[in-house]
């Protein structure tokens, strides 16, 4: 057994020795993306207010119009790890492979993974690419998500394949034969309308694509 793990050992620091030198081992390479102090590695899209306290990032809606919180670089394959609560009764997401038409808030491509408390409006599961839903959880995990406490998301995008878990139970796992683009910002969204009111914390990204 001692010899069996010796062996072990050996071949994991034989496979870390030959990565490229800057390149963090598997599970070591996730970075964060709100610092949990201010926005300032984001960009805002849209006019509504986006506010950091006590490590807490909130979204308010102050007009009717869509507002996003968006990452200043593009990702392709990647792994996003969140937790949300719903504050208010609007409706959120976690867009991804997203561009906005200049200048303003229209979303000229992506596809988001859901948020929204209420039971039964698909938490997790895919809507966009100007197509509606593009898959939902199953009907029995609509109960799973948490109306009044925070939730815990991690979502995979590669390429045109999309999973995600939320609270600890899988949500969807769904390769998309349409899917038109594979790579664009990730952006957190607040639906217009006027009562959307977000937050989030512990925002994490692991970028899976191949170099």
């Given at each position: 057994?001692?010899s069996?793990?010796l062996l072990?050992?050996?071949s994991a ?23 949990g102090?201010d926005?300032?590695?984001?960009n805002?899209?849209g006019g ?6 006590d ?6 809606a102050v ?10 670089r593009?990702?392709?394959?990647f ?11 609007g ?7 997203t561009?906005?038409k200049?200048?303003?808030a229209?979303?000229?491509q992506g596809a ?9 409006q698909?938490?997790?599961?895919v809507y966009?690419f100007?197509r509606a839903?593009?898959?939902?959880p199953?009907?029995?995990n609509e109960?799973?998500?948490r109306?009044?406490?925070?939730n815990e ?6 390429g045109?394949h999309?999973t995600s ?7 969807v796992?769904?390769?998309?034969p349409?899917?038109?683009?594979i790579?664009?910002t990730?952006a ?13 914390k ?5 970028d899976?694509?191949?170099?």
């Amino acid at each position: 057994m001692k010899s069996a793990l010796l062996l072990l050992a050996f071949s994991a620091t034989t496979v870390f020795a030959q990565l490229p030198a800057g390149t963090k081992p598997p599970g070591e390479d996730w970075i964060q993306l709100y610092n949990g102090k201010d926005i300032s590695n984001w960009n805002s899209v849209g006019g509504q207010q986006w506010t950091s306290e006590d490590g807490i990032l909130t979204g308010k809606a102050v007009n009717k119009s869509y507002g996003y919180l968006e990452t200043p670089r593009d990702y392709k394959d990647f792994q996003l790890s969140l937790r949300f609560k719903c504050v208010g009764s609007g409706n959120s997401g976690v867009y991804f492979h997203t561009k906005f038409k200049p200048g303003t808030a229209d979303v000229s491509q992506g596809a988001q993974f859901e948020i929204d408390c209420r039971i039964g409006q698909h938490t997790a599961g895919v809507y966009g690419f100007g197509r509606a839903w593009i898959v939902w959880p199953s009907p029995q995990n609509e109960t799973v998500v948490r109306q009044t406490d925070w939730n815990e998301m991690l979502v995979t995008v590669e390429g045109n394949h999309y999973t995600s878990r939320l609270n600890g139970v899988p949500m969807v796992d769904f390769t998309d034969p349409r899917a038109p683009f594979i790579q664009g910002t990730i952006a957190l969204q607040l639906h217009s309308g006027g009562d959307g009111h977000m937050q989030f914390k512990d925002i994490w990204v692991r970028d899976l694509t191949k170099k």
